[in-house]
């Protein structure tokens, strides 16, 4: 069994930094990949960043320089580092990884459960 675990979300006011973190556990060979997706009210989800297994991280238009997404391949963990934060920044973030289980197995995407991250005005 693989789990991703979120954390760090919370309530915010506008201008604000939040850190997310995401824990992958349980039946791990390798990691390839991470990402953070969000979902808003009403709303698609959405793509906010991806990382590379080598640590390079590419970013969603909107996040416009003020998120930072890393890793530490050591502790199979992800972060999302989000400062001035806005209102529109308000949804549920969550945490994909493609890992391959066991050495013999192909490789799968997994989520986590989602942490909420809310920006008041």
């Known amino acids: 069994q693989v789990q991703l675990v979120e954390s760090g979300g919370g309530l915010v006011q506008a201008g604000g930094s939040l850190r997310l973190s995401c824990a992958a556990s349980?039946?791990?060979?390798?990691?390839?990949?991470m990402g953070w997706y969000r979902q808003a009210p009403g709303k698609q989800r959405e793509l906010v960043a991806t990382i590379t297994s080598g640590g390079r991280a590419n970013y969603a238009d909107f996040v416009n320089d003020r998120f930072t997404m890393s890793r530490d391949n050591a502790k199979n963990t992800v972060y999302l580092q989000m400062n001035n934060l806005k209102p529109d920044d308000t949804a549920v973030y969550y945490c994909?990884?493609?890992?391959?289980?066991?050495?013999?197995?192909?490789?799968?995407?997994?989520w986590g459960q989602g942490t909420q991250v809310t920006v008041s005005s």
């Open positions: 994909t990884a493609n890992i391959r289980p066991r050495r013999d197995s192909g490789r799968h995407d997994y």
């Open positions: 349980g039946s791990i060979f390798s990691i390839n990949g």
